[in-house]
């Protein structure tokens, strides 16, 4: 199904301890991010990408790594987790530019623990 | 900067019932959108509907509408009808530039709605 895939689904980590967390998608979208979700704060923009090879910061962007290598893929790579990034994250993707939908489209999540 | 403020942490409504959430957003930019998502107790991120700013119409899709108000910066929720289904939590968000633009979809804090029987 078409879609943004996201894997792991759950992960627990050791602090400082690296990891990456995959997101994929199939739909041709030209943008990327990624979020965090924390109770009671909505979910935080860590990193976006506007297109392969182009990537920016968000307002959490602290801690973690991204790259865009395909329009397809977008890794989130936590260099030495924290038990500060316990959270959900969340990939995003938006706009085809085939059909001018500029609408963002979910992964399931990845609920992260670090202790 | 972007603002997005929802100031109701918890609503409750009697099934069948009307119900507004609120959202007030901040932005300097005169090119930008306004998105209700819904995630329910499974997490997952369900759109519900898009305000472009220059849109002169007010959204709707089904049960919700979204009561654009812009001198006002506001963008509230209306879900008519309420289902014991429609409990969940409520996200407002906002995007410079209504029609692509910048990548930064900024979320409020979100309400949780909790339809009573």
């Known amino acids: 199904n078409a879609g943004v895939t996201q894997t792991p689904k759950f992960q627990v980590l050791k602090t400082g301890q690296s990891m990456t967390l995959q997101c994929a998608q199939d739909?041709?979208?030209?943008?990327m991010s990624w979020y965090r979700q924390d109770p009671g704060m909505g979910l935080r923009l860590i990193h976006y990408s506007v297109g392969a090879g182009i990537t920016d910061q968000g307002e959490v962007p602290n801690g973690y790594n991204v790259s865009r290598s395909t329009t397809e893929d977008f890794p989130l790579r936590l260099l030495s987790a924290a038990p500060s990034q316990t959270s959900v994250y969340f990939c995003a993707s938006s706009y085809s530019p085939e059909t001018a939908n500029y609408g963002y489209t979910f992964g399931s999540g990845t609920r992260l623990t670090v202790v | 900067a972007q603002k997005i403020t929802q100031t109701q942490p918890g609503m409750f409504v009697q099934e069948k019932e009307a119900v507004t959430l609120d959202c007030t957003y901040d932005t300097s930019d005169p090119s930008y959108g306004l998105f209700w998502y819904k995630q329910p107790s499974s997490g997952e991120m369900i759109f519900l509907i898009y305000?472009?700013?220059?849109?002169?119409q007010n959204a709707t899709e089904g049960r919700y509408s979204l009561n654009f108000q812009k001198a006002r910066k506001s963008a509230n929720l209306v879900i008519s009808a309420s289902q014991l289904g429609d409990s969940a939590m409520y996200f407002c968000?906002?995007?410079?530039?209504?029609?692509?633009?910048?990548?930064?979809?900024?979320f409020g804090a979100g309400t949780r709605l909790a339809v009573h029987p």
């Open positions: 968000a906002m995007r410079e530039g209504a029609y692509g633009g910048y990548n930064k979809l900024i």
């Open positions: 739909m041709n979208h030209e943008y």
């Open positions: 305000q472009g700013s220059y849109d002169q």
